[in-house]
């Protein structure tokens, strides 16, 4: 049975966590302590006196110009910067066309200063040639909590998947089971639109290979989510945006891309909106056909055991892939009234797999003596439809961006699988009959969910965020077997798997001129039932308390401190518990297990910002019964192996993450990321007593060039170094991709060419060692792909005003404490 509430080391956070939660009442409630924030506002006009939208207007420090923060002006021309009052100040403003403009120095009274309406001059040097624009957003951004991917403007995504480009994000890698693994760790809650996707393992990277990365907007990879967001994610949340255009009248795109590895990827979609002043009408689709290889080399030893005889293996084997998926989004926002938005939105991603798998297998005695040869095939057709709907409301209370703010979401969502298996085993050596073994799996999981989160502000630029969430979740499976024609009940069977969290929360946060504050409790209480049919049903009920809470600390214009606590808990996903096998080849299946329960962590960080630029953090996190994959010889007998997730006793993680974004020239931008970090995991496995720790680095760096006549480049360099996850020891590996990209028909189009995995060296290597069992494994997949890719956007460029920010208040937190 898990822990029913927290344990000592909980309530031990929560005793943290309350003497956090008092600090944050003196902080604010003192705004004496530091210098009261003011405005300054003003206008921004051109050369005609014509007021000028989105120029960028930026405050400094009058005694060194250090940048205190930038703003847009709005359609009227005016901005507002706040700052904290008694300093002297500069503002500049800057607008393509014009020349830069200085103020005078002045020092920020308390009462606010409006200064002098602006008029910017035309530049010379544009009245003299013509300009080309190619500024885009950087590929990455680092943010106090998390890291951006601005995944839409870069080269490299062109005919990826968006198991791709998690894959080349800083600090995230990819291990052998296909699981995502964030700064070393595993254990994280996805989240597409703010949506829940309830997979793990292979099944969610199935789901987000088959997502292209065409539909993609950004990736936020939040490494100290806060409490509104599920408790579930030890390592963090890695939340996908999906594009969603902000252009009024009716505009669109089209999108082609064809890259070739050993096989052909084509994608192709398109997307359409509709927005006036009320309406925002919205749709995409996109097709994608990818055809691939995976090899796999293993050497199984098999020590004696009563059960198993001491014998060896040696096997190879090559699958042939084929995925063709159709994704797309409908959605449909209405404005009621200048303060209430109602949205609907459905989702839907339909992708089948065909499998094509040869396998020879070489099998020996203890003294390597030759016992058995034979080849097998298995063919495996995979359809997965899955579709969504949500149902959303968002009302402020004022027109202020603090106002007080209800939203509430319903979701609903279906997730199908159809598995069809045809797996013949031919021998060589002995001779005997032939197997064949026919399997029809099939699994409908359904999920539900409805949260409601409301934002009150509080005195002293401090904000109150409440809310509830209830989930539901049920997953279906049946499967089939026949061995040569027979039924087979003994593999056969149904599984039925309910799961329900009812969650509450409330967070605080606030600022002052130099300090920022959030601290949160979440409590959720968890109902699962697992069944197993004409067997076991297991059934479990726990309620646990789940604090959080940050602070940053601005010591100086140069550096910036912060710290975070946070206890968080992983689920066992459906998958994970049912134990129906779903064969990979004829040595080996995967099946999940009954009796895994939820690993709780508790995480702190420390991390220091200098200049607003380079980051350095110090991270420890704290796992209680952490999941792992392992490989055991079957209960079967014989040389059959399965695969499962297993709960060990303790993992331990320590890690240094180092982020350097660097504009070493004016067209060359360099985002470096480095994690170095050590974990150690305990526990106990068919025998073999595990106490194994290892240090070991991901590092990362992303060139962004901006040349002339609207070329740009991209080229993103990883390395993984040699790892130890549970029993397994992962060999270093590493990944070179370069990517080019060119703006056509007065940037309506986009040219973009790249060269994916160009040294080939994402082949993964590794051992797992028990001391019933050791298994090393080789396998390389079709990633070293060159692709092309046009993209097509036509109708209307005109932008909408942005939307006041009525969730909370995130800018108003960001001024107060002059960030």
Sequence with gaps: MPHLYPGRQGFALAKAFAILFSSFAVVVSSPARAQAPAAVRGTVAGGAGAPLEFATVTLHRAADSVVIKTEFSDSQGAFRLDAGSGRRYLVSVAQVGFARYWSPAFELPAAGLTLPAIQLAASQATALKEVTVAARKPLFEHRADRTVVNVADSPLTAGATTMDVLGRSPGMTVDASDNLVLRGRQGLLVVIDGKRVPLTGVELASYLKALPAEQLESIELITNPPAQYDAQGGAGVIAINLKKDQRLGTNGSANASYGRGEYGKFTGGGALNHRRKNLNFYGSYAYTDRRGFVRLDFNRRFLATPQHPAGSSVLATEQLSHLQSHSGKLGLDLTLSKRTLLGVATTGLVSNTTNDASNRTQEFGPLGEPMARYTSTALQDVSRPNGSANLNLRHSFADSATAATLTADADFARYRTTRLLTLAKYFETPAQPNDLVSGDQRSTLSIGTFKADYG????????????????????????????????????????????????????????????????????????????????????????????????????????????????????????????????????????????????????????????????????????????????????????????????????????????????????????????????????????????????????????????????????????????????????????????????????????????????????????STYDNFTESFVSGQDTRVLTAALTYRFGSSKVAAARKRTVGAEEELRRAAGQ
């Design 456 to 767: 009150q502000p509080l005195p002293h630029r401090a904000r109150l965020e409440t809310g509830v969430k209830v989930t539901r979740v049920r997953s279906v499976n049946n499967v089939l077997f026949l061995t040569n024609g027979f039924f087979n009940p003994l593999i056969s069977n149904g599984f039925q798997y309910n799961e329900n969290v009812n969650a509450a929360y409330a967070s605080v946060r606030g600022a002052t001129a130099n300090t920022t504050l959030q601290a949160g409790l979440r409590a959720e209480q968890t109902n699962t039932l697992a069944d197993l049919a004409g067997e076991t049903t297991r059934e479990r009920h726990y309620l646990q308390l789940f604090p959080s809470a940050t602070v940053q600390r601005t010591i100086n214009a140069r550096h910036t401190l912060g710290f975070s606590l946070a206890r968080r808990i992983d689920r066992p996903s459906y998958g994970q518990v049912n134990p129906l096998r779903n064969y990979l080849d004829a040595t080996s299946y995967r099946a999940g297990n009954p009796d895994l329960v939820a690993q709780t962590s508790y995480n702190f960080e420390v991390s220091h910002t200098y200049r607003q630029k380079f980051s350095t953090a110090l991270a420890f996190a704290y796992t209680n019964l952490p999941f792992v994959n392992v490989v055991q010889p079957a209960p079967d007998g014989g040389r059959l192996v399965v695969n499962r997730d297993v709960n060990l006793t303790t993992q331990q993680y320590y890690a240094l993450t180092l982020t350097a974004p660097l504009e070493l020239a004016k067209w060359w931008t360099l985002y470096a990321n480095g994690v170095f970090y050590y974990t150690r995991y305990r526990g106990n496995l068919a025998g073999t007593a595990l106490d194994r720790g290892r240090a070991a680095c991901t590092l990362s760096a992303n060139s962004s060039f901006i040349m002339p006549h609207g070329w740009s480049a991209d080229i993103n360099a990883l390395y993984e170094s040699r790892e130890v996850y549970g029993f397994e020891v992962i060999r270093n590996r590493g990944q070179l991709s370069a990517g080019l990209q060119k703006s056509l028909w007065n940037k309506q189009g986009t040219l973009r060419v790249n060269v994916a995995d160009v040294l080939y060296t994402t082949p993964i290597r590794t051992t």
